[in-house]
Nanobody
């Protein structure tokens, strides 16, 4: 399984960005997926997760009500809609997938929120 993120960039506080994670390879075996982020000098933290069929999602408290995770299995793509962005959302965002008991990561995409 290979994961490639896109959609990061520079945005002003209060703005929006939409990240995408395109999966390739043995995509039929992918179960849960999610987004993580890592800010400079901090540990990687979970942002949002979504089940294989997209019926259930969960979010970190810090992004609840602002971020929405979704997936389109027909396109093998997961999304993260980020609204009302804050400077503290600045981080490298990573796509994560679980497949046959193994974990896979994308290379990350930088999100920078200016105040």
């Amino acid at each position: 399984v290979q994961l490639v993120e896109s959609g990061g960039g520079l945005v002003q506080a209060g703005g929006s960005l939409k990240l995408a994670c395109a999966a390739s390879g043995s995509t039929f075996s992918i179960n849960a997926m999610g987004w993580y982020r890592q800010a400079p000098g901090k540990q990687r933290e979970v942002v949002a997760g979504i089940t294989s069929d997209g019926s259930r999602t969960n979010y970190a408290d810090s992004v609840k009500g602002r971020f929405i995770v979704s997936r389109d299995n027909a396109k093998n793509t997961m999304y993260l809609q980020m609204n009302s962005l804050k400077p503290e959302d600045t981080a490298v965002y990573y796509c994560h997938a679980v497949s046959r008991g193994s974990r896979y990561w994308g290379q990350g995409t930088q999100v920078t929120v200016s105040s």
